[in-house]
Nanobody, 124 residues
Framework: QVQLVESGGGLVQAGGSLRLSCAAS????????MAWFRQAPGKEREFAAS????????YYEDSVKGRFTISRDNAKNTVYLQMNSLKPEDTAVYYC?????????????????WGQGTQVTVSS
C-alpha cells in the first residue's frame, strides 16, 4: 500500500519560511518523479514544483520560482519543499504527489499517488 505523508505545515508571518517534508512508503521511491501541489480555499489544486527521479532536474510554477526549492533524498524516501519569502497568497493545503510519467506534467490527473495534505497559513 502506497503512502505519502506530508508534515511541516503551520502558521507563519509574511516573509517567513517553512520546510515541508513528504515521506513515502510502499513504492520504489526512486522510480517516481515527485511534485508538490497546493489548493487554496475555493480554488482548484495547482502545481507548485516537481523533481526528477534522480533529483537532478526540477521544475517550478512561475509564482514560486526563486522562493521555493524542491529537493529529495532517495535514501530516506523523502521529498522536501523549502519555502522562503512566504506571502499571504501562498496560504493553501500543500500536497505531495508521485508520477511515473514526467516531471513536466502539471495536471493533477497525471499523478498516481497523493498524500493527505498539510496546511500552510501565511499571515499578513
Amino acid at each position: 500500500q502506497v503512502q505519502l505523508v506530508e508534515s511541516g505545515g503551520g502558521l507563519v508571518q509574511a516573509g517567513g519560511s517553512l520546510r515541508l517534508s513528504c515521506a513515502a512508503s510502499g513504492l520504489v521511491f526512486s522510480d517516481y518523479h515527485m511534485a508538490w501541489f497546493r489548493q487554496a480555499p475555493g480554488k482548484e489544486r495547482e502545481f507548485a514544483a516537481s523533481i526528477s527521479k534522480s533529483g537532478h532536474a526540477t521544475y517550478y510554477e512561475d509564482s514560486v520560482k526563486g522562493r521555493f526549492t524542491i529537493s529529495r533524498d532517495n535514501a530516506k524516501n523523502t521529498v522536501y519543499l523549502q519555502m522562503n519569502s512566504l506571502k499571504p497568497e501562498d496560504t493553501a493545503v500543500y500536497y505531495c504527489a508521485a508520477t511515473g510519467s514526467s516531471l513536466y506534467y502539471t495536471r493533477p490527473d497525471a499523478y498516481n499517488y497523493w498524500g493527505q495534505g498539510t496546511q500552510v497559513t501565511v499571515s499578513s
